[in-house]
C-alpha cells in the first residue's frame, strides 16, 4: 500500500478524507431493526436469500503465515477454474512463486482469469512485473486483464471524473466454484512475512468461505470489473528474451520446497541448469531465506472443523460502474448496535454519515471501540492528517468513542475488520474513507455468527494488548474541548508538520 499511496502522490491523486457532519441529528431511541432482521435483508445479486441458503463453511485468518498457506492450498486443489483479482501482485518471491503456481495450474489444464488493477501494474515501482504477467498470459487456457487503462481512465474524465482514479480494490480467488477467500491481503512480502523480516509488514485479516453461494456472489463481484476492462487484455510476449518463464517456474518451485521445510534449492543439485536460471535462482534463494516464518506448511489444512454459519457477500462497484452496498449495509448495521461496536481499520476519515451513525449509535449508550493506525505507523500520513483534524470532534460528539492507535511501524495495521454486538463480522477490503466508499471496486463478507464474531473480537483484543496509544479529549461545562492526549503526544515534529501540512489540502478530499 506504502508504494501506491507513494505513486498517487506522485501523480498527484488525492487522498484519503471524508468531510464531517459537525451538529448531526442524534436519537436515543432503540434499534427499529434487530441485527438479525438486518443480515435477512441484505440482498445478494439484487435477492435477499432465506439464511438457509446463505450457510458457508468459514475460517478467521488473521496470521499472515496461515493465509499465505490457505492461498497456496487453495491454488494446490484447484482443477477446473480458477478467478482471482488483486489490486497489488507484487515483484518479490511471493509474487513470482504466485504467478509460478498460476503457470502449473495452466500446464494441467486448468481455466485461469487473472486482473490485476491499473494503478500498481503500469507504475515504475512494478518494472519487470508486466513481462511476467505476459508470460502467464501465453497459455490458451489464461486471461488475464488490467483494470482501468490508461485509455479507459482518461476516457473517464468525460464522462465520470471519479473514473479516473477508480481502482479495483477487491482481493478475492475463486477455486473450482467451491472454495473462495476475500479480505486486506494483497500478493506480496508485507501481507505474508512477519515482523522483521521485511520492511514493512502488516497485520491484515482475510475469510476463507467454502459455500456455492459464497463463490457464486464473489464471482459476480468479479464479472463486474471483469467486464469493464475490456480494453486492457494481458497479450502474451513476442520473445521471451528475459528468461520469465523460468524466472516463474523457478520462483514456484523453490517457494514450494521452501515452505515444506526442505530449504532453498542448492545450485550444486540443479548444476544443469544455465547460467541465466542459476543467476535467477541465486536472486530468489536469497530473497525468501529472508522469511523464516513460512516454513511449516507441510500439515496445513484449510479447515480445522466443518461446522457451517451464515455468510453474505456484499460488493461494490468502482466509479465506473454503479453498485454501491457495503456503506449503506454498514450503516444500517450500525444503526441495529445494541451494545458494542468495534471498528478496525487503518484508514479512519469518516463520511458524513458514517459520522452520523456512530453519533446516533453513541448517544444511545453503544460503545465504540476505534483502532486504527497513528502517523508513526501509517504508510500514509494523507488520512492521518484529516483523522488529525477530526478526532476532537468525534469524541466530543460521540461519548462512548475510545480512538486507540498504533504507535509504531510494529504494530501497523491493514485489517478492514467490523464486529457489532458480538454477532455480526464484516471482513474484506473495505476502508472507512472516500476511495473506498466512492472510488474504489470492494467487497465484503457479512458473517452473522457469535463464535466467528467472539473469535474476531478476541484478536483485536490481542491486537490492542500489543501495543496502542489512546487519544483522550475532555469537555468543559462551556462545551469547549481540550485536548488531553493526541498525535502531537507521541509523534516526533517531523512527521507532526507533515500532518498538518498535509491537512491543510482540504481541497482534495472529495476525490481519492
Not at 478467521?60 to 497456496?72: E, F, S, V
Amino acid at each position: 500500500m506504502k508504494k501506491y499511496i507513494l505513486f498517487l502522490f506522485m501523480a498527484l491523486m488525492p487522498v484519503f478524507a471524508f468531510g464531517q457532519t459537525s451538529d448531526a441529528s442524534a436519537s436515543s431511541a432503540v434499534p427499529a431493526q434487530s441485527l438479525d432482521e438486518v443480515f435477512s435483508a441484505i440482498k445478494q445479486g439484487g435477492t435477499a436469500l432465506p439464511d438457509a441458503d446463505v450457510m458457508t463453511r468459514v475460517r478467521y485468518l488473521p496470521q499472515n503465515d496461515q493465509a499465505w498457506y490457505t492461498r497456496w492450498k487453495m491454488l494446490e486443489g484447484a482443477k477446473e477454474t480458477i478467478d482471482c483479482t488483486y489490486f497489488i501482485v507484487d515483484k518479490d518471491i511471493f509474487g513470482q512463486a504466485f504467478l509460478g503456481f498460476l503457470a502449473k495450474k495452466a500446464r494441467e489444464g486448468v481455466k485461469i482469469r487473472l486482473m490485476i488493477d491499473g494503478r500498481i501494474y503500469r507504475s515504475g515501482y512494478m518494472k519487470g512485473m508486466p513481462d511476467l504477467f505476459q508470460e502467464l498470459a501465453s497459455f490458451p487456457n489464461v486471461q488475464i486483464k488490467v483494470f482501468n487503462s490508461i485509455t479507459k481512465s482518461i476516457l473517464n474524465v468525460f464522462s465520470s471524473f471519479e473514473g479516473l482514479f477508480a481502482n479495483n480494490h477487491k482481493k478475492i480467488i475463486i477455486i473450482d466454484g467451491k472454495i473462495c477467500i476475500t479480505g486486506g491481503r494483497n500478493i506480496g512480502p508485507d501481507y505474508f512475512g512477519q515482523v522483521g523480516e521485511y520492511g514493512c509488514i502488516y497485520r491484515d485479516t482475510d475469510i476463507l468461505m467454502e459455500s456455492n453461494n459464497a463463490c457464486l456472489r464473489l464471482k459476480e463481484a468479479f464479472e463486474c470489473e471483469w467486464k469493464v476492462s475490456t480494453d486492457s487484455v494481458v497479450k502474451a510476449e513476442t520473445v521471451n528474451k528475459d528468461n520469465n518463464r523460468d524466472r516463474i517456474d523457478i520462483a514456484y518451485m523453490l517457494m514450494d520446497r521452501y515452505m515444506k521445510g526442505q530449504g532453498i534449492i542448492a545450485p550444486e543439485s540443479v548444476a544443469k541448469w544455465s547460467a541465466p536460471q542459476l543467476k535467477i535462482l541465486d536472486e530468489l534463494n536469497t530473497d525468501i531465506s529472508s522469511y523464516k516464518g513460512i516454513t511449516e506448511y507441510s500439515n496445513f489444512q484449510l479447515f480445522t472443523d466443518d461446522a457451517k454459519v451464515p455468510v453474505k457477500i456484499v460488493d461494490k462497484n468502482s466509479a465506473i460502474g454503479d453498485r454501491n452496498d457495503i456503506g449503506p449495509v454498514l450503516l444500517k448495521l450500525v444503526d441495529a448496535a445494541r451494545s458494542e461496536i468495534i471498528i478496525q481499520n487503518p484508514y479512519v476519515v469518516l463520511s458524513p454519515e458514517a459520522w452520523a451513525g456512530l453519533k446516533k449509535a453513541s448517544l444511545r449508550g453503544v460503545k465504540i471501540i476505534l483502532h486504527s493506525n497513528s502517523g508513526a505507523s501509517t504508510d500514509s500520513l494523507f488520512p492521518q492528517a484529516f483523522l488529525n483534524d477530526d478526532w476532537h470532534k468525534m469524541l466530543a460528539d460521540m461519548p462512548t468513542l475510545r480512538i486507540l492507535v498504533a504507535p509504531s511501524p510494529k504494530q501497523r495495521l491493514h485489517s478492514k475488520t467490523f464486529v457489532v454486538d458480538d454477532h455480526i463480522t464484516i471482513v474484506g477490503s473495505y476502508n472507512m474513507d472516500p476511495l473506498s466508499q466512492n472510488i474504489n471496486a470492494e467487497a465484503v463478507a457479512v458473517v452473522n455468527d457469535a463464535a466467528f464474531a467472539v473469535e474476531t473480537h478476541k484478536q483485536i483484543e490481542k491486537d490492542i494488548a500489543n501495543g496502542v496509544v489512546e487519544y483522550k479529549v475532555s469537555v468543559d461545562e462551556n462545551g469547549l474541548i481540550h485536548e488531553i492526549y493526541g498525535p502531537k503526544d507521541h509523534l516526533d515534529k517531523k512527521t507532526m508538520f507533515k500532518i498538518k501540512l498535509f491537512g491543510k489540502l482540504g481541497v482534495i478530499r472529495p476525490v481519492i
